[in-house]
């Protein structure tokens, strides 16, 4: 298996400008997450996607970001208009644990997109 | 909501040394309990996990790390460390189980430099 793809891996945009983040998580895998990378924050949650349906979006920081999950296999994060202060390293993650069925299983990250917003 | 402390934000030791990075979770259930690493510019790479049985759990490239539950502790060790063992550190941890159990929450990462 090729693992959790993403891309793209590297993007530089400016202030206002829409950008995408897309992500291909394992083959099978029922669940799905969006992390964000940061300095100063860490390691932040920003949207979990179990069969995908949105279970928890109470990470995302606001209504510039979006994210969907139109079938198994393809999953994007929006930012639109895009802010200096989102530039940061954004991991996708999947996971063959489901939700609400016992214990979680690890989660396989994928190798990030980093994102500079000048 | 849980949360996991790791104390030291930057360790440097020189190669063959011993290592214990220190993770303290914060959470009244019982837990699955993760480290991470992620070697620079890669992505993160599960070391070990441990989720029920012997607290002294073994992972890949010699560490191994220990489930203290009294402590709230799952620190991880190596007997001695390798040049290729630069890389940042992070301790995890979930909910055993039941409707939260998705939500892996990080601790803040330590950075370890090892000398040649």
């Known amino acids: 298996d090729a693992g959790v793809i993403q891309s793209p891996r590297h993007e530089v945009t400016e202030m206002g400008q829409e950008v995408t983040l897309r992500c291909k998580p394992i083959?099978?895998?029922?669940?799905l997450f969006w992390y964000r990378q940061t300095m100063m924050r860490g390691l932040e949650l920003l949207i979990y996607f179990n069969n995908n349906v949105p279970i928890d979006d109470s990470g995302m920081p606001e209504d510039r970001f979006s994210a969907k999950m139109p079938n198994a296999s393809f999953s994007t994060l929006k930012i639109q208009p895009s802010e200096p202060r989102d530039s940061a390293v954004y991991f996708c993650?999947?996971?063959?644990?489901?939700?609400?069925?016992?214990?979680?299983?690890?989660?396989?990250f994928g190798p990030g997109t980093r994102l500079t917003v000048l | 909501a849980q949360s996991v402390s790791q104390h030291n934000h930057h360790v440097i030791l020189s190669e063959a040394a011993s290592l214990e990075l220190g993770c303290n979770y914060s959470?009244?259930?019982?837990?699955?309990l993760f480290w991470y690493v992620q070697y620079p510019g890669q992505h993160l790479q599960l070391l070990l996990k441990?989720?029920?049985?012997?607290?002294l759990v073994k992972g890949i490239k010699g560490f191994e790390a220990e489930f203290i539950k009294s402590k709230f502790s799952f620190n991880l060790r190596k007997p001695s460390v390798q040049w290729s063992d630069t890389a940042e550190y992070f301790c995890?941890?979930?909910?055993?189980?039941?409707?939260?159990?998705?939500?892996?929450?990080f601790g803040k990462g330590t950075k370890l430099s090892v000398i040649p």
């Open positions: 995890a941890v979930t909910p055993y189980s039941g409707a939260g159990s998705y939500q892996l929450t």
């Open positions: 993650a999947s996971s063959p644990s489901r939700y609400g069925r016992g214990s979680f299983n690890e989660q396989f």
């Open positions: 441990y989720f029920s049985g012997d607290p």
């Open positions: 959470y009244g259930g019982t837990v699955n």
């Open positions: 083959s099978g895998h029922n669940s």
